[in-house]
């Protein structure tokens, strides 16, 4: 994935945007593919289609969308994509655990210490993810950030990955079916999901309030087209929010199913009371 | 001893259900504004310029937490019929304070107090404002009376 803000930028520039982004993409569903066909215990298909799904979004973010001529509903589109919606599906395909079913033994023990480490229980905490997500994307719409992307494609690579890898952490820290050591609690994870899309909500009226002003440091501006933009990242964002919110409460409602539970006679003999013992059926 | 044991509770969980059905009622409630309103009719604007930052921050919080609502008060809905825990009865009821009870506050929160946006641009607002608020405390009363009589006859333990 890291290769994608210097190889395209290598093609960016008179022949305009590339399509060499969609390569790191097909990397990865194609090596999720090969992992899920080796698993030994037979992979889950729906979380293969999951994965597929998320690919297919990234690919639409960073091909067809990037080919379009510069305009705020697009970045918009492409922020929902890289940020929101794709992560949702990348997540929900479990990749952590494919890998652990699939790779050798060291790799395994490698992912395991990652995944114990102190400092990235802190960096995917619920609340943390969110205002990278939230804030990275306040950062790039309140500050000068935004301008300076549209002029330098590093630096608009790199703030797309920020998007990806903000908006994974974030789906991460709320649901999936995928180890997340030191996970809060519901009510927390609620809270977090929260304080995100509220967030989201407001920064984009924000946006719409005040179009003629917002993102600072461009030289043309259009601020109608900012305002349809805005529009955009506010039901945008509702359609993410309800999508995460569908896979936290999914997670725990699976969570609760009721467990086949022991028949009578060994729950009698198990159980701690002495007396129960004594008594014959 | 066997009776504590049971996996399964086959009565109703009285706080439960009211609360289940009063979450659905305020976020059903909260789409219903959203979509017939603010999309169908148009009445209301997407943005309203006198709007000060602080109450688009509530109003955000507010319209975030009404889709979680919706969200999850389906699933826990879901997990209290899986469990047998759930009383329809009380649920309805609950649904109706819910549903009341949301409109009442966005007559009189949103639009008077925090003056995010009105029914209504261009035209005499009392008569909107006073039938809103009405409708929305009918709703309640309406829904008390039904977790009222739900709850008055549980021992009966009739149909549910």
């Known amino acids: 994935m890291t290769v994608a803000g210097p190889l395209a930028h290598a093609g960016h520039g008179a022949a305009g945007p590339t399509w060499f982004p969609l390569f790191p993409v097909a990397l990865l569903a194609v090596g999720y593919v090969l992992a899920a066909v080796r698993d030994p215990r037979g992979w889950d298909h729906r979380r293969t289609a999951s994965w597929l799904v998320g690919c297919a979004l990234l690919a639409v973010a960073v091909g067809p969308l990037a080919q379009l001529p510069d305009n705020p509903s697009g970045h918009m589109a492409q922020h929902l994509l890289l940020g929101m919606l794709a992560p949702l599906g990348l997540v929900l395909a479990a990749p952590v655990t494919l890998l652990l079913r699939v790779a050798p033994p060291p790799v395994r023990r490698a992912v395991g210490r990652l995944l114990r480490a102190r400092p990235l229980h802190l960096l995917a905490h619920p609340f943390t993810a969110a205002l990278l997500t939230t804030g990275g994307l306040a950062l790039v719409l309140l500050t000068p950030l935004y301008a300076a992307a549209e002029r330098q494609p590093v630096l608009h690579h790199a703030v797309h990955l920020h998007y990806l890898a903000a908006g994974y952490l974030f789906a991460w820290s709320l649901a999936g079916p995928d180890p997340a050591p030191r996970r809060p609690g519901l009510a927390v994870r609620i809270g977090a999901l929260l304080v995100a899309s509220a967030g989201h909500a407001a920064l984009a009226k924000y946006l719409y309030a005040q179009a003629e002003t917002l993102p600072p440091g461009l030289t043309d501006r259009d601020p109608e087209a900012f305002r349809s933009a805005a529009q955009l990242m506010y039901y945008g964002g509702d359609l993410a929010e309800l999508l995460l919110a569908a896979a936290l409460f999914a997670t725990w409602y699976h969570s609760r199913r009721p467990r086949p539970t022991p028949s009578p006679l060994i729950k009698r003999f198990a159980s701690p009371e002495g007396d129960s013992l004594t008594q014959t059926p | ?160």
């Open chain 2, 1 to 160: 001893m066997v009776d504590s044991s049971l996996p399964r509770p086959r009565s109703a969980d009285v706080r439960s259900s009211t609360l289940v059905g009063v979450l659905i009622g305020i976020a059903i409630m909260a789409a219903v504004d959203e979509i017939v309103f603010h999309q169908l009719l148009a009445w209301h604007h997407f943005y309203d310029r006198s709007t000060p930052s602080v109450a688009l921050l509530s109003d955000g919080l507010l319209h975030a937490a009404e889709l979680i609502i919706l969200v999850g008060g389906f699933f826990w809905f879901a997990d209290l019929r899986r469990r047998r825990a759930l009383s329809n009865r009380l649920a309805w009821g609950g649904f109706l304070l819910g549903a009341g009870g949301f409109q009442v506050f966005d007559g009189v929160v949103d639009h008077k107090v925090l003056r995010l946006h009105q029914i209504r641009y261009g035209v005499h607002l009392l008569p909107y404002d006073v039938l809103w608020i009405a409708s929305g405390a009918v709703l309640l009363l309406v829904g008390a009376a039904v977790v009222w009589w739900a709850r008055s006859r549980r021992p009966g333990d009739g149909p549910r």
